[in-house]
């Protein structure tokens, strides 16, 4: 099993920044092989894909590109997202998810609010 934990959720106000850290632990082996990505969900709303990160790549949503930067550390089992410019509408909660050959772990995410 693998165990995901996200951190750096809080409140911010807009245009403020924040870093999302998700660590993952248990039975990980060769982390490059896992794609990490980033997911919200608002209320009332369904959970959507944020950024997602292979070994080789990274893609965004639209609605966060060029304010969100997805990064990793294989070294650490980490994933982060760098999140700047932040908009109320950027208000959610915040989950990580690792992917590896058809199984996927989620964490228990960490909410993240933006209020003047």
């Known amino acids: 099993q693998v165990q995901l934990v996200e951190s750096g959720g809080g409140l911010v106000q807009p245009g403020g920044s924040l870093r999302l850290s998700c660590v993952g632990s248990?039975?990980?082996?060769?982390?490059?092989?896992?794609?990490m990505g980033w997911y919200r969900q608002a209320p009332g709303k369904q959970r959507e894909l944020v950024a997602r990160?292979?070994?080789?790549?990274?893609n965004y949503a639209d609605s966060v590109k060029g304010r969100f930067t997805i990064s990793r550390d294989n070294a650490k089992n980490t994933v982060y997202l760098q999140m700047n410019s932040l908009k109320l509408e950027d208000t959610a909660v915040y989950y990580c998810r690792f992917d590896r050959g058809g199984s996927s772990w989620w964490g228990q995410g960490t909410q993240v609010t933006v209020s003047s």
């Open positions: 248990g039975s990980i082996f060769s982390l490059y092989m896992y794609t």
């Open positions: 990160i292979t070994d080789s790549s990274t």
